[in-house]
């Protein structure tokens, strides 16, 4: 599909980001008809990838926003999402981004600690409003990921703790501001073993059991993202499997009558529609292998250099057989190596080649460290 494509793109400077908008929208759908046959709510985690032709299709199939800055908020409204589809969390929210979001009438703050809590109610008095707030509960379930992109153990510094429970409930005779709504979860990112999202189920039956026990009964519940993709073989899974990740939920979480159920997916709806394009600037020899040296680095796609993660990488341009390189970028850092000993065709100065699965947390992580230029994007539709 890339190599056909890539006659229309020979003039673009590399790198570049591409995006198959056909895939992406063949994913919102498989997501969102599995979501609704169980009346669930999926809000689109922006942080994944902000870019308005993206956020336009996100938004045509019907998916509410989950920001986690005052500027995703803002970006979210501008696309079109309304206030009420809009959820915020985020560990260390600024007041400026909570006046922000109060002002903007957002469905609801996903909160993450008695301080927060406290300077919701400051700031929605203040404004004379009442805030929607969800507690994001740290359920201490292990998400079986990358420890770098764990969220839900105790010793991660997201959400409430359960032992602060107890001493937080009453609080809230004292915050006439705050209506609370519903509790919030999310274990992590890049799951791929469903076992987790079992586990979650349980806690969070468990959880809710004790809030009716205390006379709570919440209008919603939020189970966060964190579905993974198929970094490995992308050709073979480009869709995940919405099925059954959607079926767990529906087989063992205890929703009760009424009650809506949230989801916050990010990388499993737009990780397989975007590639980073790069040109083969140089290749090297190095001592065990020859290093490819592309014009796309850590500063375009940081993952590797990040949490060692690993991108398929293809050479759009040779059919040579096969050898072994090192492929590295640019930057003027070690850890610029997207992966090292990759069998490819052999491969010279002046080839394209593709980095797979980088729509989620590519572009919208990228930097402009040893003065890099602004990274384009394009969309085949
Ligand atoms: C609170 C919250 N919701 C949703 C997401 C989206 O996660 P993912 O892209 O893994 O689905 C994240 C990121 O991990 C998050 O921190
Ligand atoms: N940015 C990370 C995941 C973090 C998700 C947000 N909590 C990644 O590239 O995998």
Not at 338 to 352: A, M, Y
Request: one cysteine or more; charged letters at 20%.
């Amino acid at each position: 599909m890339l190599k056909e494509q890539l006659p229309a793109f020979a003039h673009h400077p590399t790198p570049f980001y591409l995006y198959d908008l056909e895939l992406l929208k063949k994913t919102l759908s498989s997501a969102r008809a599995e979501a609704e046959q169980y009346g669930y709510h999926v809000h689109y985690a922006l942080k994944a990838n902000a870019n308005a032709p993206i956020l336009a299709e996100i938004l045509q199939q019907g998916f509410g926003a989950d920001c986690v800055s005052g500027n995703e908020v803002k970006r979210a409204l501008e696309a079109g999402f309304t206030p009420d589809q809009v959820v915020f969390a985020g560990v260390g929210k600024s007041d400026a981004e909570i006046n922000f979001a109060l002002q903007a009438n957002i469905f609801c703050f996903n909160c993450e600690s008695t301080q927060e809590l406290e300077v919701i109610q400051e700031l929605a008095a203040a404004q004379g409003k009442v805030a929607q707030v969800a507690l994001r509960i740290n359920p201490n379930v292990d998400a079986y990921t990358h420890k770098h992109i764990t969220t839900g153990l105790e010793e991660n510094k997201f959400g409430i703790n359960l032992w602060e429970l107890e001493s937080l409930l009453p609080k809230f005779a004292q915050w006439p501001n705050l209506q609370l709504i519903g509790l919030h979860f999310h274990i992590g990112s890049q799951i791929t073993d469903l076992r987790a999202y079992e586990n979650l189920c349980v806690r969070v039956n468990e959880i809710q059991q004790w809030f009716e026990e205390q006379g709570i009964l919440f209008p919603h519940l939020n189970v966060g993202g964190g579905l993974g993709v198929n970094y490995q073989q992308p050709e073979e899974q480009p869709i995940p499997d919405f099925k059954e990740y959607f079926g767990i939920f529906n087989r063992l979480l205890d929703k009760r009558e009424g009650q809506q159920v949230h989801f916050e997916l990010g990388r499993a709806l737009v990780a397989q529609a975007g590639t980073l394009i790069t040109k083969v600037l140089y290749i090297k020899n190095g001592q065990k292998t020859n290093f490819a040296i592309l014009d796309a680095g850590m500063t375009e796609l940081m993952r590797p250099a990040l949490y060692q993660a690993y991108h398929k990488i293809e050479n759009l341009t040779s059919s040579l057989p096969e050898k072994t390189y090192d492929v590295v970028g640019p930057i003027c850092e070690s850890t610029d190596c997207f992966s090292k000993e990759v069998t490819l065709p052999e491969t010279k100065r002046g080839d394209i080649m593709a980095i797979r699965t980088a729509g989620a947390y590519g572009e919208v992580m990228a930097n402009h460290y040893n003065l890099r230029d602004t990274v384009q994007s394009f969309y085949l539709s």
